[in-house]
């Protein structure tokens, strides 16, 4: 059995995109392996939170994993915070990484753009995600392509701590969907989906409304042309609409395009449509359920209890090789 580990951060509605990169792995990742979901919120006050929405949005987050199909009886679902072990070895991992390389990572520089002040937590974001890895000694990583380079670096760190101070951390993997691991927005094919982007046209929430995502996917942008075909290079965004329509509907991108042969984008939007909300409308009814069950507290507790078992013990060892005193 390998050991998993992901989060998604509670900084806004749960979009297409988080599900399609990162949740569906969740799901298909749970029975065969050791796993750990979080719901990141040390990661989610990088960029500033309002409180109210931040305790809302966390608890809707863990309610979201619940409703797409994790089992709490396999996986381990918590939120960060409650594992004091992540922000204490977030600040260790910090030490070990570069102010060069932090600047390369490729959304730092995204999310800062244009900013007059940028919050100093957003620079050191990747020690923590590595923190957050290499606590559990996670092997494989499920999550969508733009946090790939954030995996490298924790591979990075991971090695430069090791050769420093002995072997202490496994060398985890990323495990990335080979279709939909870059969904993109809908006003803007070269664009990830974003669910902090402030258009709600850009992107699909989970809990949007049938009439929502209607709405939603008729206004999408669309390339010149009228054929349904993949080519994400000259068509990128009929193209992610056919990704889109693939992985919720589970047809291949070959399948799509044979039954759309002949016929406009009008009709293939309107299918779409009807595909995202019916994928939709069973995880919406859980998701109901599950907020009004008051189980969520149960449920977090004890992913919690299961995370600090493992996470204290990497501390203590990490600590111990650095030369830190025991209590005494
Ligand atoms: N557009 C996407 N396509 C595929 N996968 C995606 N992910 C995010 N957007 C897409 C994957 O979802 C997981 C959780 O991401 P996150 O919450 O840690 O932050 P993010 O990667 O920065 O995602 P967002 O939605 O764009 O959040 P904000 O707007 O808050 O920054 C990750 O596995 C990610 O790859």
């Known amino acids: 059995k390998l050991r998993v580990l992901s989060g998604i951060q509670p900084s806004g509605q749960l979009t297409l995109g988080n599900y399609i990169g990162a949740i569906l792995n969740y799901v298909k990742l749970q029975h065969e392996h050791e796993c750990f979901f979080m719901v990141v919120d040390l990661h989610a006050v990088t960029v500033p939170q309002d409180p109210a929405a931040l305790r809302e949005q966390s608890e809707s987050v863990a309610a979201l994993y619940l409703a797409a199909g994790i089992d709490p009886s396999h996986a381990a679902v918590f939120l960060q915070s409650h594992v004091p072990a992540h922000a204490e070895l977030g600040w260790l991992m910090t030490t070990m990484a570069y102010m060069g390389e932090l600047e390369r990572m490729t959304q730092f520089k995204d999310k800062a753009e244009g900013k007059d002040a940028v919050g100093a937590g957003l620079f050191v974001y990747p020690a923590l995600m590595a923190a957050d890895i290499l606590l559990y000694n996670a092997n494989l990583v499920p999550v969508g392509d733009d946090q790939k380079q954030h995996l490298e670096l924790t591979r990075d760190l ?60 008729s206004r999408a942008k669309t390339d010149l042309g009228r054929e349904i075909v993949f080519d994400p290079q000259n068509k990128p965004e009929i193209s992610n609409l056919m990704t889109i329509y693939a992985q919720l509907s589970g047809q291949t991108l070959e399948q799509i395009q044979a039954s759309y042969d002949g016929q406009g984008y009008g009709a293939f939007k309107k299918d ?54 025991p209590p005494m």
């Open 158 to 217: 991971a090695g430069r701590f090791n050769h420093r101070f002995g072997d202490t951390f496994v060398m985890p993997e990323p495990y990335i969907p080979k279709v939909g691991a870059r969904i993109m927005s809908l006003d803007d094919g070269t664009k990830k989906m974003s669910k902090s982007n402030p258009n709600a046209g850009s992107y699909i929430a989970l809990l949007d409304s049938p009439d929502e995502i209607r709405k939603k996917i």
């Open 272 to 325: 779409l449509a009807e595909v995202a909300a019916g994928a939709l409308e069973p995880l919406q009814r859980k998701y109901a359920e599950i907020r009004s069950s008051g189980e969520i507290g149960r449920i977090l507790r004890d992913g919690a209890e299961r995370a600090n078992a493992v996470a204290e013990v990497t501390l203590r060892r990490v600590k111990e090789s650095m030369g830190f005193l």
